[in-house]
């Protein structure tokens, strides 16, 4: 079997009082529903060649979920997941950023990324029990703990 090795970056984002279709009292993450494998996971991709992982996890947050007007307000840092998947084994070094929406604009996406990815909004004390993967369970549990840390504007 051979073994794959990449790296990818995505964003965990928060919104609260944005959204004018959910509760102002709560914030909220945003989640992608994968209905052709049965999954709900983060936003996240491979970093490109001459990207950072900041860069990277802006981009395909934009691309897969159409929100773009995004800002980082902390790093929860590098995990690396292996799993094996069309008979090859994957070693991924997953980085994850806590970011907040800052406006409710929506995009378009690419073709593809549309048709893949429904945009959830969970909120933030029941987004994790959402996802189908642990190691992006554990990525909020950190963004949990690092927006309670986050000065309110």
């Known amino acids: 079997m051979k073994t794959i090795r990449y790296r990818s970056a995505g964003g965990i984002v928060t919104q609260r009082n944005i959204l004018s279709h959910l509760p102002a009292e709560e914030t909220h993450l945003l989640l992608l529903d994968r209905p052709s494998r049965a999954e709900v996971r983060l936003p996240k991709g491979h970093i490109d060649p001459g990207e950072n992982a900041e860069e990277a996890a802006l981009r395909e947050t934009c691309e897969e979920a159409g929100f773009c007007d995004l800002r980082i307000l902390a790093d929860l840092g590098w995990r690396t997941v ?47 029990k959402r996802l189908t993967f642990e190691a992006e369970r554990l990525f909020v549990e950190d963004a949990v703990t690092a927006f309670a840390k986050v000065p309110r504007s």
């Open 82 to 128: 292996e799993f094996d998947y069309k008979r090859a084994h994957y070693i991924r070094e997953e980085r994850y950023f806590l970011m907040q929406l800052l406006s409710a604009r929506q995009t378009a996406r690419p073709p593809k990324d549309a048709k893949q990815f429904q945009v959830l909004w969970e909120p933030l004390a029941t987004a994790g």
